[in-house]
């Protein structure tokens, strides 16, 4: 028999917490292809530009109805590069910029999404971006290139969850894992939270504004492609569900669970 048996009013051990903002792996994994991918800009420029034009995505190279150009690639490129050119990036100032916002809203979902689900969601969104972006620019010529539609998206999704009562924006979890998994609210009552209609009208407040006024980033004149973001951002807010493995909370009870102590949502 044990003669010092544990007190049964002692509180059970707790498990080993993880800081909100720890990498998760695939999010790691993520960063660090595109940071190996970004050393293309070691080749000589003859091999630069060859990349680009194979991997980024071009509009015209769907287009028929004007003079034909023969782009590299053939015609797998019509199909990889609706992906692969969210992978490449103009400078480190544009990788930069797209990871430093991947890692508050990436490290959620990569968590809660897992591995599998991330990377699929990543090249879903990018595929989004660059339907928005070929709607809109049917005939241009110059490549796009950057992850700017799957951060967007990865963003948007996030947004279904960031700011229920536990999760990772609440700030009042110190658990990252359980601040990604809380349950998220539906479509509809997203779209009736006060916090995350702010969040839209900020982010689409931003997008015109980088659009209308042609701002760049990283100062090399390479003009933001604002509605690929969009496209990417409503995949991502839409199709958030079909990726989500938990369950989500009934109306009723995240409406609960948003609302603090104060009453305050």
Known sequence: MDPH?????????????????????????YILLLAVIHLRVLLPPEME??????????????DSTLLDITFPGGAGAKVW??????LLHANLTHIGFNVLWLLPFGSAL????????????????????????????????APMIGASASVSGTM??????????????????GDADAAAKVPALSLSRSLRNGRVLAFLAIWFGVNIIFGVGSLAIGGDDVS?????????FLAGLVLFS?????????????????????GRV
């Open 49 to 62: 530009n060859w990349t680009i034009d194979v991997f980024g995505f071009i509009p015209k190279r769907y």
């Open 224 to 232: 933001v492609a604002w509605q690929a973001h969009i496209g990417g």
């Open 5 to 29: 048996p544990e007190s049964p009013l002692a509180p059970p051990p707790e498990a080993p917490r993880e800081p909100i903002l720890t990498l998760p792996p695939a999010l790691t994994a």
């Open 156 to 173: 948007a999704a996030a947004i279904r969850f960031a700011f229920v009562r536990g999760s990772f924006l609440s700030f009042n979890r």
């Open 110 to 141: 990569a968590r809660r999404f897992g591995a599998v689900r991330f990377f699929i969601f990543m090249a879903v969104t990018a595929a989004a971006g660059a339907l928005a972006h070929l709607v809109t620019h049917e005939h241009a010529i």
């Open 242 to 262: 079909l990726f989500d493995p938990v369950p989500r909370a009934r109306d009723d009870a995240a409406d609960a669970s948003s609302v603090d102590q104060s």
């Open 81 to 86: 590069t609706f992906v692969t050119y969210s």
